[in-house]
């Protein structure tokens, strides 16, 4: 009995064993069939779950001076949140951002109390600010991070007009920034990132995608340099009451563009803010009618004139010069006499300089101003640049040659100015402006730039006879209020009226120098936009703020001759000035002052006394001398005072 119950329980053990041995069987060879058997459709599937394909796109490139300091780069700006609907490590999250945001436990509870799948908990963080947390994301639970892209410019509104800047949407706006938005922007390529044991993806492979960056442009520009021309132009501004301001250095030999300045400007890291003026770059963009810094064209055609005699004087009216049309032609203050070639540059005769173009003839003149570059764009990389006017042939007067040769009726650029003085500067040649210096992507130069000359304007002989003459204006003529005793420095004065709404009214100074005139470095254009009636004139703006500007190029330039420095600094014991110095300069001149006598002088004369003193002339006529002043000589000077002079002959 006892043997069927074990035969009958032994069948049934055994049956099991059966069955158990077929099931582990059929275990195995699913298992062999899914981890040995190839099955592409699985493989996908897994993927799906386990790996997620990220475009990674590189940082746009840097933007840097001729130093290689940084004016534009990107970096990264870190966002924390957490999807508080899961779960997470609430505990280690709030003790991570006290300790490295420094705020209360209290503040961070607050946030996490929310139920929401994306509660942000900082935005915006420096990855200095970021670092310990982003050390520490991987092994946090529930705490996620987003990492965007910002450009940063490091040195705020220097030099923005040049830089430009970058919209939300990554895309150059102005500047550098707009004209090689191709080349700035960086590469993208196609990632797999794994997920990890906690639910986040990783990149498994740690790569360094550097390479992917965009290319690295160096300009040509000196931001100390650039420094010093743009605060100049900020204080010339507040102390003539100016509309504006714009200046730019040129190497004179290989047409680097070392500073390039307009005022107003704007700050690219909060380019949302400003006004649309700002953003103008008018030493490239604003026409105007130059005035006097035109003359050396018509000299420069004397000089070449096989009839040139160095001796040979004109006859300058003693001020007023009918031209054919009728029309009366006047020099400053009560004229000259006879002058020589230099002396009618250096007294700027618009009487010399008329009289001398009349014995050239419209198509010379006219050819004379395109050979310079007058007319025609430089074509730098930046926006808005514009051709200048000069009219045809046809559209000229009788009288167009003897207005054009002074700076009326045409219109010109300050870039094309300043590529204008290089040729005095430089022995002749004309060349081409640039502002690209090197071009580079992972450290491999993709463009260096060079030298190019477009053509030779002067002989040479000529060239350095302008160059001497215009040394003799800054050391006797209109710009003698410039002179740095010690240091060389030639230049010519420019001041025209502005065509503006149908008229002529208010006015733009500007002064065009070369230094040192001995070796010459440095062409230097700074104008004035509209300044305040009195300081008008180019040696009462523009002039004074050359001279800053130079003084500080020359105190802030290691190699140069300590002995010189010296020398210069010992002679003009002037200060630099700054903001405060300024605004407070016209209250320290009235200190102890007594009203001036302007009676016999002339306008031009009474004008520069008055801006020393502080005065605000108000002049009823412009030719002859003051016959009469509202204010007694001698009375005591106060702040603002106004005095009516009234001219006569």
């Not at 699985?42 to 840097?64: A, D, F, M, S, W």
């Not at 540059?345 to 009349?358: E, Q, R, T, Y």
């Not at 054009?404 to 004309?430: D, K, P, R």
């Not at 200060?575 to 016209?586: A, H, N, W, Y």
Request: charged letters at 25%.
């Amino acid at each position: 009995m006892n043997n069927k119950y074990l035969e009958a329980y032994s069948k049934r053990i055994n049956k099991m064993n059966l069955y158990i041995s077929i099931c582990v069987i059929i275990i195995l060879s699913c298992f062999f069939n899914l981890q040995v058997l190839p099955h592409p459709d699985l493989k996908e599937v897994v993927t799906n779950h386990g790996y997620i394909q990220k475009t990674i796109i590189g940082n746009r490139g840097k933007i840097i001076d001729r130093n290689e300091n940084e004016l534009a780069v990107t970096i990264n700006r870190y966002k924390f949140f957490v999807n508080t609907i899961d779960q997470f490590d609430q505990e280690k999250i709030i003790s991570l951002f006290c300790d490295t945001f420094n705020k209360s436990e209290e503040y961070y509870q607050q946030k996490l109390s929310k139920k929401s799948k994306y509660v942000v908990l900082e935005k915006n963080a420096s990855y200095k600010q970021a670092k310990a947390i982003l050390e520490q994301i991987r092994e946090t639970k529930g705490l996620w991070c987003e990492k965007k892209p910002n450009r940063l410019y490091k040195y705020n509104n220097l030099a923005s007009q040049t830089v430009g800047y970058i919209n939300e949407n990554n895309d150059g706006m102005l500047g550098i920034e707009k004209s090689f938005n191709y080349l700035l922007m960086g590469d993208s390529t196609e990632v797999e990132f794994r997920k990890g044991a906690k639910g986040k993806y990783f990149d498994y492979n740690n790569d360094d995608y550097d390479y992917l960056n965009g290319h690295t442009i160096q300009l040509t520009i000196d931001i100390e340099l650039q420094r010093i021309l743009q605060e100049e132009l900020i204080q010339a501004v507040e102390a003539t009451n100016a509309l504006g301001a714009n200046g730019i250095i040129v190497n004179p030999y290989s047409g680097e563009i070392l500073a390039l300045a307009s005022i107003p400007d704007f700050n690219p890291n909060h380019y949302n803010q400003y006004d649309f003026k700002s953003f103008n770059n008018a030493v490239i963009s604003d026409l105007y009618e130059p005035g006097s810094t035109m003359k050396i064209i018509p000299v420069s055609m004397r000089l070449e004139s096989e009839t040139y005699n160095p001796l040979d004087s004109i006859y300058c009216e003693n001020g007023i010069y009918q031209l054919s049309s009728g029309k009366k032609l006047r020099d400053h203050d009560e004229g000259y006499g006879f002058l020589t070639l230099e002396d009618i540059l250096v007294h700027s005769s618009n009487i010399g300089i008329s009289k001398i173009s009349d014995s050239f003839n419209d198509i010379d003149i006219y050819k004379k101003l395109k050979r310079f570059g007058f007319g025609s764009r430089t074509y730098l990389p930046l926006s808005n640049e514009m051709d200048g006017k000069i009219r045809t042939i046809k559209e000229w007067s009788k009288t167009s040659k003897d207005y054009i040769t002074i700076g009326q009726e045409l219109s010109i650029t300050n870039i094309q100015l300043a590529m204008s003085y290089c040729v005095i500067a430089n022995g002749g040649f004309l060349i081409q402006p640039h502002i690209i210096k090197d071009i580079s992507k992972n450290n491999e130069n993709k463009y260096k730039s060079n030298k190019k000359t477009i053509r030779r304007v002067l002989n040479r002989d000529i060239a350095y006879s302008i160059l001497d003459m215009l040394k003799k204006v800054v050391d006797k003529g209109t710009a003698e209020s410039i002179n740095l005793k010690g240091y060389n420095i030639a230049g010519k004065t420019g001041t025209a009226q502005k065509y503006k709404n149908g008229d002529y009214s208010n006015h733009i100074a500007t002064f065009a120098s070369i230094f040192p005139s001995n070796n010459p470095n440095y062409v230097m254009i700074v104008s004035i936009d509209e300044p305040v009636y009195g300081k008008h004139w180019s040696n009462l703006s523009a002039v004074p703020a050359s001279r800053e500007i130079i003084k500080r190029m020359l105190i802030n330039d290691k190699e140069f001759h300590k002995k010189t420095i010296k020398s210069i600094i010992e002679n003009n014991k002037e200060p630099i000035q700054t903001k405060e110095t300024i605004l407070s300069k016209s209250a320290q001149m009235h200190k102890a002052q007594t009203f001036p006598d302007f009676k016999g002088k002339t306008l031009k004369e009474s004008l520069k006394i008055a801006n020393k003193a502080g005065i605000i002339l108000k002049p009823e006529g412009i030719s002859g001398t003051v016959k009469k002043q509202s204010i007694y000589p001698g009375t005591r000077i106060k702040p603002n005072m106004t005095c009516v002079v009234t001219m006569g002959t």
